[in-house]
């Protein structure tokens, strides 16, 4: 009876998916939650209906991420680990995000941008365990690749941005002729990396941590957007008041007077009827 269980268990075992062993493939199932997670928030449901604020593109900028994931990489760019996915021409998005955020709010930008955890764990990983780069790499720039292009149609859509890219630079790659094509040759390059298992999981898990920053940097993101829907309802309230007063006056003045020197009421007659 033992053994007929075992038999059928290894059967099924034997037929089930071996388990990834490229770190590309490791890195795309065990971010799955996370990935998931950030897809699904708030922010990129509003994003994606064209509820964008030209004040998030400050405020939640990642221009000082990048800077920082940028620099640790040029520290790093020698390491065994790091020197293959080395790609600045054709990545590096810091002085695109800089354009974008003088375009938007003049030269005194950078003084009103924060988005210091993340930058520091960068700084901590680039210093202590440039491994590490590699997952942020990964989240950032394949993120920018794929999702980040469709957010760059919406936006300019939805903030009326100029067709030649004006306010958009970030968006654009211009080292990069096919993002298909160079998306695999980066996965390839961090497929090729040799590393042990128990390093490929940590990577996968500072992945994971990588996704928790955005998803930081996106519920500040919803707090300005929070906060800028109860500035409008404030500042509108006086006049939505004083448009309702104003359709609802006559009404009001009508009954009362038809109740006055008639036996009718308008009690059942509905308002919108008028």
Known sequence: MVQAFISVLLSILNRLPPSPTDLSEMLAEGTKESHDRAENCQFVKDFLRGRIQRELFKVGSLYFVYSALEEEIEKNKDHPHIAPIYFPTELHRHEALARDLEYFYGEDWESQVSTKPYVDRIHEVGE????????????????DLSGGQILKKVAQRALKLPPTGEGLNFYYFEGIHSHKSFKQLYRSRMNELELQTDTKERIIDESNRAFGFNMMVRQQYSLIMQRSCREVIST?????????????????????????????????VPMNAF
Do not use: C
């Open 128 to 143: 202590k365990d440039p491994v590490l780069l590699v997952a942020h790499s990964y989240t950032r720039y394949m993120g």
């Open 236 to 268: 509108s309230a006086p006049t939505m008041l004083q448009k309702w007063v104003r359709e609802n006056l006559f009404f009001f003045f009508f009954k009362r007077e038809m109740n006055k020197y008639t036996n009718a009421t308008l009690q059942t």
